[in-house]
């Protein structure tokens, strides 16, 4: 089966490569459409594309090819990739803020797969901290950027702004597509956000996890081509489409929910920050201010990524993340070894640009076999792509 691709195609002299460009994506057993804005009808025709691929190509926001159908999103949703290139500074602009006023971006607004950028223009303008800062904001969604190539440009600088080579981005191309089939047929549990342990109707122990991570990182397994089902405590951060989720409050509700998903998980990943303790009772209604004292009792709660590990079904896998106030890894080694796991993610919660409720991270993955990963500095997003990268290169995730 072909995989969907749409090609956007952006304002830049370049534009005429991208004839070549969905020649060799139809060659690497890709069904190509075209979309092309304003700009870049200055350079190249819907004709030629069409004539090419064989399919209608889109060019205004209010076009449909199939009378009653919103091609935007219609495209959007059978999409297994979508490309720009060349990508125009503007177009970059207009993607990383969110604009929507011609159909590229407005398609692109709608999509929700993995997105491929191969930025191609004059070489100061490349190098502007605009364009720098919209290629950033791309990167921090996620998207792969093909870097240009250093050269001559239309102009008659020379420079890095050519477009890269076409062999370049169809192989780029290839790598995302491949990774959508990692975990095809493969589903992966996931446990993420807080837990809530009531003390009486309207305090509980608990802590600052936002659960943007464990969103991240199902995100990621479904764009690797896995069903997932993700047992999330209170927040308030939107699942993705696609994911099944099963919202919990407590611990005890957690594993619960995680025992019934467990016999068909293939893969698990304990993202939660689980409350270790909860309260011995729960008081009724609401307990009254006084003058006196108040202790209160904790008691242990279920190790849950531990129980999971210990109770999976033969050939699955179990991951476990550990939140830290520092970068030692001796404590997670620990982890790993204690809890039965086959690694573990490590990052330190005590930085601001990666701890609780950022939209970053950065872990070091350590294996029970002794290899090691840093994945520098992402967004969760893209920290949740390196990481099933990573467990896909030492051999933990397969298909």
């Avoid at 076009?63 to 990739?81: K, N």
């Avoid at 303008?125 to 050269?151: C, D, K, N, Y």
């Avoid at 690694?343 to 076999?369: H, K, P, Q, W, Y």
Wanted: hydrophobic share 45%; with cysteine.
């Amino acid at each position: 089966m072909a995989y969907r691709v749409v090609l956007g195609v952006s304002g830049s002299v370049a534009a005429y490569r991208a004839a070549d460009l969905a020649r060799e994506l139809m060659r690497s057993n890709c069904e190509v459409r075209v979309c092309l804005t304003d700009a870049a009808q200055q350079f190249v025709t819907a004709a030629l594309f069409e004539a090419l691929t064989g399919l209608p190509c889109l060019q205004d926001t209010f076009e449909e090819p199939v009378r009653g159908r919103m091609a935007h999103i219609d495209w959007a949703r059978q999409a297994d990739l979508l490309i720009i290139a060349p990508g125009s500074a503007n177009t970059m602009a207009k993607l990383a803020h969110g604009e929507g006023d011609d159909m590229l971006t407005t398609l692109a607004l709608a999509y929700r797969g993995p997105l491929l950028v191969a930025p191609a223009m004059n070489p100061a303008m490349f190098e502007h901290a605009a364009t720098q800062a919209a290629i950033a904001t791309l990167r921090s969604r996620g998207a792969v950027i093909v870097e240009p190539a250093v050269g001559d440009v239309a102009c008659g600088e020379n420079g890095q702004g050519k477009l890269a080579s076409i062999s370049t981005i169809v192989r780029e191309a290839a790598q995302i597509l491949s990774r959508g089939q990692w975990l095809a047929g493969r589903h992966i549990l996931i446990t993420g956000g807080p837990t809530h342990e009531p003390i009486d109707a309207v305090r509980f122990v608990g802590n600052r996890s936002s659960g943007k991570m464990a969103v991240a990182l199902a995100r990621a397994a479904t764009l690797c081509g896995a069903s997932v089902t993700l047992v999330l405590g209170p927040t308030d951060v939107v699942v993705p489409d696609g994911v099944e989720v099963r919202r919990v409050q407590t611990a005890v509700q957690m594993l619960e929910a995680c025992q019934r998903v467990l016999p068909s998980a293939d893969g698990v990943i304990g993202c939660a920050a689980v409350a270790d303790y909860r309260p011995s009772q729960t008081i009724d209604g609401k307990r009254r201010r006084t003058d006196e004292p108040w202790s209160l009792e904790l008691i242990p709660n279920p190790d849950i990524i531990a129980e999971l590990a210990a109770k999976r079904k033969p050939g699955a896998w179990a991951l476990g993340f550990a939140a830290e106030p520092a970068d030692d890894p001796s404590v997670a080694r620990e982890k790993v070894t204690a809890k039965g796991l086959d690694g573990i993610a490590l990052n330190n919660v005590s930085r601001t640009d990666i701890g609780f409720g950022s939209d970053n991270n950065e872990v070091r993955l350590l294996m029970t076999d002794g290899r090691e990963a840093e994945s520098g500095l992402r967004s969760k997003l893209g920290v949740g792509l390196w990481l099933f990268e990573k467990l896909h290169e030492f051999g933990l995730v397969s298909n």
